[in-house]
């Protein structure tokens, strides 16, 4: 590639960032980095009636989360600052007006009531929602319908207009899509999209054109939910006169429901319990919260090698890929043009193998906030003990509490049911008998309680089947847990001695 690669993400400020949006950030970042090219963040907020307080925030916490960070943002700054679209609001005018001036688009006067009863009357079965195209432009209040000195009479007296782009009859356009292919669109089922608002702010449509433009994008990847848009910005490429300068376009694949059965929605997170947003999400309007993969106890180097394998592969069975790895092997070409069902036990899968490949000292600093959270104040050297005996057990990193607060508090005993009908008299004289010796352990350690608790087994006459499973349940509250004399290693003789009285009361 002979220029440097510059992508951008654009997203528009509206609200929590769904995992189809981080991963056309993380296969823009990937893209980048491997051609050795920059990543361009580009807040799109022309559209005042959507901004959502928080929302611009939100997306640079979930970037440096994922640790996804632009070359060039409004944060960082760059050499094509602004880079939020509201302030570079005066740069479009211009644009829209060489549109116009060039017959490529025009000016429409239309009240939202002339709007709404030209969509009444043309309303059918078969076209129930009619578009402001080139079959009704003649019966508009527009440039083209008016001419342009009425036009401009109107709009020197302060009549509110917008500038619309004029589609063209029966062509085709085309253009080759880095993952589809060849793409054709028949020019007669594209409406006539808004350009320039009344209010002066361009649409999403002028803008990323113009914008793309200017910050000299060689390629554009973006949801394939914008492929029908796809027309209107090819041609103002082609009519901005820049179309020696167009990026290459990728549309990226959906991110399907489990089912297959259409595009993964929040709403199926709630409905199916698992995250879909990047991390949480608080609407500032109702207040709902929508849990994010990072505070459900998700690693972000976990849901990166999620999110790259929805759409993508190296060719290999391999799954679990480091950044570093992803950088060198990503390619467009393998990006998959069907959509990827997302499965929530996969992505539970990647998460336990990330943890079980990060080292003791690792998952403590991760662990830490978890046990901190329980009013337990523990040591380091502790805690790298516990993660070492539960981390297999550990899925997510709320885990490390729900597999491990037995060795920080005297759990309640909530299984006690499982061992009730076979307790007897024998059983209660071994475990008295057994708690009231360890002062003769000489060295508290996994070893020599198993075998003191071997010995006086065997003593009372008992077997494994009939006093390890109490023990367990007498120490950790139910059936679960790391080995049993691990267990009472770490708690101690004093901790291990109590629980069995106690459990010895309640039994
Ligand atoms: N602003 C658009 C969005 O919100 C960007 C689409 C594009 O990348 O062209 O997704």
Request: proline share 5%; glycine share 8%.
């Amino acid at each position: 590639m002979s220029n440097k690669v510059r992508v951008r993400f654009a997203p528009s400020p509206t609200g929590g960032l769904h995992l189809g949006g981080v991963r056309t950030v993380l296969y823009n970042y990937l893209f980048a980095k491997h051609h050795g090219g920059e990543f361009v963040l580009r807040i799109e907020d022309t559209d005042q009636t959507r901004y959502v307080e928080g929302a611009e925030q939100y997306i640079y916490d979930c970037l440096s989360w994922c640790g996804l960070e632009p070359d060039e943002s409004p944060l960082k700054g760059g050499p094509h600052a602004p880079y939020r679209q509201s302030e570079r609001k005066a740069s479009y005018f211009q644009y829209a007006k060489q549109l116009v001036d060039a017959g490529y688009a025009y000016y429409a006067f239309d009240t939202p009531e002339e709007l709404e009863a030209m969509r009444a009357s043309l309303k059918t079965e078969a076209n129930p929602t009619p578009q402001y195209d080139g079959k009704v432009r003649m019966q508009m209040r527009n440039s083209e319908a008016l001419g342009m000195e009425a036009s401009q009479k109107l709009i020197d007296a302060g009549t509110p207009y917008v500038v619309r782009i004029k589609m063209p009859q029966d062509e085709q356009v085309v253009f080759t899509d880095m993952i589809r292919g060849e793409v054709h669109f028949d020019t007669n089922l594209v409406d006539d999209k808004v350009l320039l608002k009344a209010d002066g702010m361009p649409t999403y449509h002028l803008a990323v054109v113009v914008d793309d433009y200017m910050m000299g994008i060689t390629h554009a990847f973006r949801g394939e939910e914008w492929l029908p848009s796809a027309p209107v910005h090819i041609l103002l490429w082609k009519y901005l006169g820049w179309v020696d300068k167009m990026p290459e376009w990728a549309h990226l694949p959906l991110i399907l429901k489990p089912d297959g059965h259409g595009k993964l929605s929040k709403r199926d997170g709630e409905r199916l319990g698992f995250p879909v947003f990047a991390m949480n999400w608080k609407d500032p309007k109702t207040g709902d919260l929508t849990q994010g993969f990072r505070e459900r106890g998700f690693l972000p180097e976990a849901f990166i090698n999620i999110l790259v394998m929805l759409g993508w592969n190296d060719g290999t069975e391999q799954e679990i890929f480091s950044m570093e790895e992803l950088i060198q092997k990503f390619s467009i070409s393998r990006v998959h043009k069907g959509g990827a069902k997302f499965d929530y036990e996969k992505a539970k899968w990647y998460n336990h193998q990330y943890i079980q490949r990060k080292t003791d000292a690792e998952l403590v600093a991760l662990a830490k906030p978890y046990i901190a959270a329980h009013g337990v104040d523990t040591t380091d050297a502790y805690l790298e003990k516990v993660v070492a005996l539960i981390k297999e057990r550990c899925t997510l990193l709320p885990d490390f509490w729900e597999q491990g607060h037995f060795f920080f508090k005297t759990p309640e005993i909530t299984e006690i049911a499982a061992i009730k009908d076979k307790w007897n008299e024998q059983k209660k004289a071994f475990f008295e008998s057994w708690a009231n010796s360890f002062d003769s352990i000489t060295d508290w350690t996994h070893d020599a309680i198993e075998a003191s608790f071997n010995d006086a087994m065997t003593a009372n006459g008992l077997k494994k089947g009939d006093v390890l499973l109490p023990l367990r349940i007498m120490l950790v509250g139910g059936k679960y847990g790391p080995g049993v004399f691990n267990i009472a290693e770490m708690i101690g003789a004093n901790e291990t001695a109590e629980r069995i009285k106690n459990a010895i009361n309640i039994l």
